[in-house]
């Protein structure tokens, strides 16, 4: 993906292409923000420049994610776009400097599910959130796992514990 919030070519993390920062359309004002470039040809996370999210054990629920969440919930219980609903979602676009499409846009409140989802892994990139929503909305197997298999939407249980409760059974696919 990119390095942990700097430059230096030792981390651990980097992009040589441009995969991450495409996901940002043209004006998005997060683009620059959360995807840096440096030297080496390399992309990095600039969004966290004095420590990796990873090390950072502080949990954080920000405006924008509760928009989108309330984008996603709402659609779903009034079973449409409603108005309520593209407000949320709205909201998110407006900040980051974009025009939203139009509410008729969508065609479906699935579309519009996924369009939330996206938002919401440009919103939070590299905070460890999208993973989750990606496998409750069926989107991790088209969108993030190398291995296309359901499978691994679950990690496996570590043998030690299934020695310990003999109820249990290994997850599928370990």
Known sequence: M???SNDNPSMLFYARGTTVYEKYAEGDKRRDFTVKFGSRDRYYIGKFPK????????????????FLIHAEAQ????????????????EVQKRAGLTPPPINSFGSIENFITAVQEEK???????GEAWFDFCRTGLALDRMLVIKDPNYYLYPIPSSQIVLN???TQNPGY
């Open 2 to 4: 990119a390095s942990v």
């Open 51 to 66: 420590a990796s999210p990873a090390t950072q054990n502080l949990p954080v629920i920000r405006i924008a994610e509760i």
């Open 75 to 90: 659609a779903r219980v009034d079973g449409t776009v409603s108005d309520a609903a593209y407000h949320s979602y709205q």
């Open 121 to 127: 892994e440009r919103e939070l990139m590299f905070e």
């Open 166 to 168: 003999g109820e249990l």
